[in-house]
């Protein structure tokens, strides 16, 4: 079985803080990593998909990077609005199979205050 | 199009009941997932289809069963309920690249079991 650790577990900023939280997985047998952004009440919704180590992904004020030899992606949020308050979700993916079978981490759940 | 949807929104079931939670995508998607949401750890596989006729087990699958006879459709069926299995079900799918593409989610389905 996979482990993969979201760190923090929960954040709480103010609105205009930067903030970052990290994902870790096993680096052998990488295939994908997957970040996701979910709100209460509502269903996950994709923010990146990446693949290649170094890889760098930008979403507004949502950015994403990737080490996959070290086995580890940060999720960056520039300027913090209250709308961004969310758990976001890393899932990566294993193995030679193409099968989308995600592991998801427990997630990082961000409270930003007005 | 309506993407990914799921009924019922919400059931109560009594331990032992059996039900099946309906999962039907418009979006013309091989790959089609079960997971349920466990308060505090993220997201579990429970199973997933990569086509019609063709399922497999994820991380949890143990209490439900599955079945995949048309592209659209990916019903999950709960054979004597237990209390373990309250939970929020998501269904999702992805497109020919599974693990390089984004999974849709659908609405989710809340169950209860007393």
Redesign the interface.
Known sequence: ?LNVEQSPQSLHVQEGDSTNFTCSFPSSNF??L?WYRWETA?????LF?M?LNGDEKKKGRISATLNTKEGYSYLYIKGSQPEDSATY?C?P?HGSG??????????TTLQVKP | NAGVTQTPKFRILKIGQSMTLQCTQDMNHN?M?W?RQDP??????IY?S?GAGIT?K??VPNGYNVSRSTTEDFPLRLELAAPSQTSVY?CAT?GI????????????TRLLVL
Request: glycine share 16%; no cysteine; proline share 4%.
């Open positions: 079985i295939y994908a997957h509502k269903s996950p919704e994709a998909v693949t979700l899932a993916t193409n099968t989308g079978k995600l592991i998801f981490g427990q997630g | 790959y997932y997971y505090g750890m993220g997201l579990k596989l997933y990569v497999d994820g991380e998501f992805s690249l599974a693990s390089q593409e984004t999974q849709y989610f659908g609405p989710g």
